[in-house]
């Protein structure tokens, strides 16, 4: 998961910080795959009945495929498998692709925090009402991952 997560940010989180969200019981880890390579992880931190997107990344050369949009469906359902009704989530207000997804995925803006990432661009805060029927859409392999 480190190693997707440094091709796809910077700064990125280290294997210890990934490691160490992933020994609470509250973290929920999803990988994808394109035959036998992933392609893709995301992070969330499922409590109560509200979920958070920690982060999401699909390497650069698998990006445009729909493997984002497969790993944030799969990250919905299991959310919403987990009690959750509400998934949250910030997006800098420079990544257009990100933004385009969630919007066409029916999140709304509900915030914005001002000079958020370190390259000083704006988060956007987007909320998303889970429909809680555990159906996980699309043919792109997702895997559940825990240590």
């Known amino acids: 998961m480190a190693q997707v997560h ?4 910077q700064p990125f989180w280290s294997e210890g910080e990934i490691a160490a969200m992933m020994h609470m019981p509250t973290t929920v880890g999803l990988l994808a795959w394109c035959g036998d390579a992933i392609v893709g992880m995301a992070l969330y931190r499922v409590a109560a ?3 958070e997107l920690l982060t999401i990344g699909v390497v650069p050369a698998h990006r445009g495929q729909g493997a984002g949009a497969q790993i944030l469906a799969c990250g919905e359902a299991e959310a919403a498998a987990r009690g ?3 998934l949250f989530l910030e997006v800098s207000t420079l990544n257009s692709s990100a ?3 969630y919007l066409r995925t029916g999140y ?8 958020y990432y370190p390259d000083g661009s704006d988060a956007l805060v987007l909320e ?5 029927d555990g159906q996980r859409s699309g043919s792109q392999p997702i895997t ?3 240590e």
């Open 6 to 9: 440094s091709l796809c940010f």
């Open 128 to 132: 998303k009402a889970l429909s809680g």
């Open 49 to 51: 009945d509200e979920a």
């Open 144 to 146: 559940p991952f825990s």
């Open 108 to 115: 709304s803006q509900i915030g914005q925090r001002r000079a």
């Open 99 to 101: 933004k385009s997804l």
């Open 84 to 86: 959750a009704a509400r």
